[in-house]
């Protein structure tokens, strides 16, 4: 058994270049999802039982509210950019507080042509606050104030979970997409008016 020694660095290129994950800048909508994605990889592998699902299951639960918490937030501050509504996004781990906020600023934006599909998710957002309302609860087996957390749930089907996060993740990645685009297409067409109007 290998102990750590005196040279020991945890963050390192080596020469097995294939290795060597790139970091490269995203935006919280990339960021997250990679969340999901490292999710989907601990459920599949706990599905094709390279993993116990008991141990996977947590760490996934928490790469997916990760993923749901920076999906919502970059759809938050784009939406309040493109609709002069402030600026950034809520500063919070709630996801109550900011599905609120960025299915306000959603239905505001698209009116009558919101997507219906957008209120199925209140039960599944619901669902995350009441058992992780602050990001905790598949991090850590206890709480700091009520004691332990996950009580009241005792069984997660992990292909259900990752299937429903699939679905999930098909809506909010087009919204994501498409406030992008138009607030690229709002900050374009800013830049070509400054530049009518400087000539």
Same mark, same amino acid.
């Given at each position: 058994?290998?102990?750590?020694?005196?040279? =020991?660095? !945890?963050?390192?290129? &080596?020469?097995?270049?294939? %290795? %060597?994950?790139?970091?490269?800048?995203?935006?919280?909508?990339?960021?997250?999802?990679?969340?999901? *994605?490292?999710?989907?990889?601990?459920?599949?592998?706990? #599905?094709?039982?390279? #993993?116990?699902?008991?141990?996977?299951?947590?760490?996934?639960? +928490?790469?997916?509210?990760?993923?749901? &918490?920076?999906?919502?937030?970059?759809?938050?501050?784009?939406?309040?950019?493109? &609709?002069?509504?402030?600026?950034?996004?809520?500063?919070?781990?709630?996801?109550?507080?900011?599905?609120?906020?960025? $299915?306000?600023?959603?239905?505001?934006?698209?009116?009558?042509?919101?997507?219906? =599909?957008?209120?199925? !998710?209140?039960?599944? #957002?619901?669902?995350?606050?009441?058992?992780?309302? %602050?990001?905790?609860? +598949?991090?850590?087996?206890?709480? $700091?104030?009520?004691? *332990?957390?996950?009580?009241?749930? =005792?069984?997660? %089907?992990?292909?259900?979970?990752?299937?429903?996060?699939?679905?999930?993740?098909?809506?909010?990645?087009?919204?994501?997409?498409?406030?992008? &685009?138009?607030?690229?297409?709002?900050? =374009?067409?800013?830049?070509?008016?400054?530049? *009518?109007?400087?000539?």
């Amino acid at each position: 058994m290998d102990w750590p020694h005196d040279s =020991e660095r !945890l963050f390192s290129s &080596e020469s097995d270049w294939q %290795n %060597n994950a790139c970091l490269m800048p995203a935006t919280l909508a990339q960021f997250g999802q990679h969340y999901k *994605e490292a999710a989907d990889t601990l459920i599949t592998s706990g #599905i094709n039982r390279g #993993i116990l699902i008991d141990r996977a299951v947590y760490p996934a639960v +928490f790469l997916y509210r990760q993923y749901v &918490e920076l999906t919502l937030k970059d759809i938050i501050w784009r939406t309040r950019r493109i &609709e002069h509504a402030g600026h950034g996004f809520p500063k919070t781990h709630n996801l109550d507080c900011l599905w609120t906020e960025g $299915k306000r600023l959603l239905q505001q934006h698209y009116g009558a042509d919101c997507p219906k =599909e957008l209120l199925y !998710l209140d039960q599944c #957002i619901a669902e995350f606050h009441k058992y992780d309302p %602050n990001s905790t609860a +598949f991090r850590y087996p206890y709480d $700091k104030v009520s004691g *332990e957390i996950l009580a009241t749930l =005792e069984r997660i %089907n992990i292909r259900h979970l990752m299937e429903t996060m699939g679905r999930i993740d098909n809506l909010l990645s087009c919204i994501a997409s498409d406030i992008a &685009e138009r607030l690229d297409w709002c900050a =374009e067409r800013e830049r070509d008016m400054a530049s *009518e109007c400087r000539q």
